[in-house]
């Protein structure tokens, strides 16, 4: 009896500690950690581009349609170029040799907020026409917000840049308006606001207010739109044919490895030339043109940065 009764006294003790010890756990994670909503996803990547969930290493490769959570981080390197759309309908895209950290995020109806932190590179904002809407109506009831080392950009337009550069070691923020108004301030200055309009943009130095707001010409527009656009999404491929003619030009798909089976010589279409496989949706018909350079203030013909 002394026996059993120490056995029993031994499995209490362990199953104490361990609750002890997942009561401890779930005590220090973050809430993010266990909680995690997904507020948007990949929906279009090129080149090199990384995330690191919840801000932290290692970092992940970024693919089409991966999920994204409030306090991730995408990266982009010199090549890379992606393409972020939130559950409400906003779309991020973020130019090469840039790095956006989803700072807060709600995306449900009538709560809509959303704070962007871009601490280098360059990004376009296109906000849902309904938010504009609701921001109208009530600018705190929704918010979305781009924040740089120096500037914020307040939305209430739809369609607007904002990049972030180092000239001659003095952080500047430039933010130009292709549709709707911005309104964007320092916040060393929060009472000195300057709200631009479609075509319009200002330069903002990280120890002064945000200078006059100047027309940008078209061309610097396009620079702008050239250097944030990614290639067609692929499409996806159909299951099968469609069409006994289709069926009879397709062999029947088996196991790796296996060889196709061969058709009928006389239903066997005749040789046309080698074939190869079909161009990508989306490639490139020629030469482009030299990009523009990754985190330029605004392209030609912007107003030029404050010393």
Not at 70 to 85: F, M, N, P, Q, Y
Not at 275 to 295: D, F, H, I, N, V
């Amino acid at each position: 009896m002394r026996k059993y009764g120490h056995k029993r006294s031994f499995f209490a003790m362990r199953m104490f500690l361990s609750i002890a010890l997942l009561a401890v756990c779930l005590a220090v994670l973050p809430h993010d950690a266990w909680s995690a909503e997904q507020i948007g996803k990949i929906t279009n990547v090129e080149g090199k581009v990384d995330i690191l969930r919840g801000g932290q290493l290692p970092a992940i490769i970024a693919n089409l349609d991966d999920a994204i959570f409030v306090k991730d981080v995408i990266r982009t390197k010199s090549d890379g170029k992606a393409e972020i759309t939130f559950d409400d309908g906003n779309v991020v895209k973020v130019a090469p040799s840039s790095r956006i950290d989803i700072e807060d995020y709600v995306p449900h109806e009538g709560k809509n907020k959303a704070v962007i932190k871009m601490p280098r590179g360059k990004v376009q904002a296109i906000v849902n026409k309904d938010i504009i809407k609701k921001l109208s109506l009530s600018p705190k009831a929704s918010a979305f917000e781009v924040h740089t080392p120096n500037a914020v950009a307040g939305v209430r337009g739809t369609d607007f840049f904002t990049m972030q550069t180092v000239v001659q070691g003095i952080n500047i923020t430039s933010i130009v308006v292709k549709d709707g108004l911005v309104a964007t301030h320092n916040p060393k200055y929060p009472d000195q606001i300057v709200m631009l309009t479609p075509g319009t943009a200002t330069s903002i130095p990280e120890n002064r207010p945000p200078a006059p707001k100047q027309t940008v010409p078209p061309q610097g527009l396009k620079n702008l739109e050239t250097d944030m656009t990614l290639k067609e999404r692929p499409k996806q491929k159909t299951e099968g044919p469609t069409t006994q003619k289709d069926a009879a030009k397709t062999p029947e798909a088996g196991k790796p490895g296996d060889k196709p089976k061969e058709v009928a010589k006389a239903d066997a279409p005749k040789p046309s030339g080698p074939s190869g496989p079909a161009p990508a949706p989306g490639a490139a018909m020629g030469p482009r043109g030299p990009a523009p350079t990754p985190g330029a203030a605004m392209g030609p013909g912007g107003p030029a940065p404050a010393p």
